[in-house]
């Protein structure tokens, strides 16, 4: 059964840092993986999709990686902007319908 | 930019009252779907819709749900009997790719059971 865990729970960060979001996933026999954003009482905006096949997708300030071996993924966000502050989920899927999610990590981004 | 509609955005109901929540998917997406999210709690998968019919459930999803696309646009989740651990966002998603691709959320449904 897949276990989505995300680290640390919540970030602050002042403006312009780069930072990373952690998502670890139990088992290596993943389908893909995603990354959304979630704004508070407002629903899921998929961000990044990383296919088995692919160790990384970028998308402008974003760069997700996966590592299917070591059951991790990594969201990178370069030049963080006030705006970025949400809640970042990461979602495994097993090649079933079913998306896996973690519990997410809230980031502030202060200005 | 198309998007997945959810009506109504907040639902408040009485325990035991039926409630239909109604979602209108992206037009040209084959794939449906229904997650929910207990306050404080990860977004957890219900079930997912494909060719009219159920095509995976959780162990949540039990005889109190069901599923319908009814005309050619709307997709509902229908719990018959809500308790009041049925209290959550309730996120439609539709997907033109299926197999956890590509997916588009809408901006969900506040159900509180009183």
Same mark, same amino acid.
């Given at each position: 059964k897949q276990e989505v865990t995300q680290i640390p729970a919540a970030l602050s960060v002042p403006e312009g840092e780069n930072l990373v979001l952690n998502c670890s996933f139990t088992d290596s026999a993943i389908y893909n993986l995603q990354w959304f954003r979630q704004d508070p009482g407002k629903g899921l905006t998929s961000l990044l999709l990383i296919q088995?096949?692919?160790?990384?997708?970028?998308?402008?300030?974003?760069?997700?990686?996966?590592?299917?071996s070591s059951g991790r993924s990594t969201?990178?966000?370069?030049?963080?902007?006030?705006g970025d502050s949400a809640t970042y989920l990461c979602a495994g899927g097993g090649g079933s319908e079913?998306?896996?999610?973690?519990?997410?990590?809230k980031l502030t981004v202060n200005p | 930019e198309p998007e997945v509609?959810?009506?109504p955005s907040h639902q408040v109901t009485q325990m035991g009252q039926e409630v239909i929540l109604r979602c209108v998917p992206i037009s040209n997406h084959l794939y449906f779907y229904w997650y929910r999210q207990i306050l404080g709690q990860k977004v957890e998968f219900l079930v997912s819709f494909y060719n009219n019919e159920i095509s995976e459930k959780s162990e949540i999803f039990d005889d109190q749900f069901s599923v319908e696309r009814p005309d050619g646009s709307?997709? #509902?989740?229908?719990?018959? *009997? #809500?308790?009041?651990?049925? *209290?959550a966002m309730y996120f439609c998603a539709s997907s033109e790719l299926g197999q956890g691709r590509g997916y588009t959320f809408g901006s969900g449904t506040r159900l509180t059971v009183v």
């Open positions: 088995s096949s692919q160790r990384e997708q970028t998308s402008g300030r974003l760069n997700a990686s996966l590592d299917k969201l990178y966000i370069a030049a963080s902007q006030p079913k998306l896996v999610f973690g519990k997410g990590t | 509609t959810q009506t709307n997709f #509902t989740l229908k719990i018959r *009997s #809500t308790k009041l651990e049925d *209290s």
